[in-house]
T-cell receptor, first 113, second 112 residues
Framework: GENVEQHPSTLSVQEGDSAVIKCTYS??????FPWYKQELGKGPQLIID?????GEKKDQRIAVTLNKTAKHFSLHITETQPEDSAVYFC????????????FGPGTSLSVIP | NAGVTQTPKFQVLKTGQSMTLQCAQD?????MYWYRQDPGMGLRLIYY???????DKGEVPNGYNVSRLNKREFSLRLESAAPSQTSVYFC???????????FGPGTRLTVT
């Protein structure tokens, strides 16, 4: 069936460095790719998303890139801060199907002060 | 505007007991979802409701039932809890046209 792979599963960076999380998806009909941040004890929160007609999107220190041909998309966080420490989930979905939101297994990011 | 709320926050059940997890949203969203989260497995969809009056199975529906009580509320019922249902359960709602999901804070359920 459809799945989303995510790497790495854990990532540790020094404060101020960049962090990159990569995902691949199998459903070629996917056209919406959100990223969620989950802090300890809380529910996931949408931080950025990208649609299939766009190759890159930025929001302050966060950027997402999409390569539809290779079925890859990535999250880039620059100038990391301790408050960026959390679990990050990528997901892929078809905007025509309410149930086809497939989540990756998550990446635990630790930013060391 | 509370967003998505869930009750209870924590629950311990014995095998065979039943319980209902409650979820409500005040954002006037049409679609609502129940997920379970297990270590290393991301979020898996249990049931969803695309609109008031409809419910459909997701990836892992066995052992669960749902009720879309009205536009605001979507409950998840475990009729006979099993240890395999130990998990963290999240409710979410979505604006249909934008496909952006908003999650509640979760219910941590332990079945012994």
């Amino acid at each position: 069936g459809e799945n989303v792979e995510q790497h790495p599963s854990t990532l540790s960076v020094q404060e101020g460095d960049s962090a990159v999380i990569k995902c691949t998806y199998s459903d070629s009909a996917s056209n919406y790719f959100p990223w969620y941040k989950q802090e300890l004890g809380k529910g996931p929160q949408l931080i950025i998303d990208i649609r299939s007609n766009v190759g890159e999107k930025k929001d302050q220190r966060i950027a997402v890139t999409l390569n539809k041909t290779a079925k890859h998309f990535s999250l880039h966080i620059t100038e990391t801060q301790p408050e960026d420490s959390a679990v990050y989930f990528c997901a892929a979905s078809r905007k025509t199907s309410y149930d086809k939101v497939i989540f990756g297994p998550g990446t635990s990011l630790s930013v060391i002060p | 505007n509370a967003g998505v709320t869930q009750t209870p926050k924590f629950q311990v059940l014995k095998t065979g007991q039943s319980m209902t997890l409650q979820c409500a949203q005040d954002m006037n969203h049409n679609s609502m979802y129940w997920y379970r989260q297990d270590p290393g497995m991301g979020l898996r969809l249990i049931y969803y409701s695309a609109s008031e009056g409809t419910t459909d199975k997701g990836e892992v529906p066995n052992g669960y039932n749902v009720s879309r009580l009205n536009k605001r509320e979507f409950s998840l019922r475990l009729e006979s809890a099993a240890p395999s249902q130990t998990s963290v359960y999240f409710c979410a709602s979505m604006i249909g046209s934008l496909f952006e999901q908003y999650f509640g804070p979760g219910t941590r359920l332990t079945v012994t």
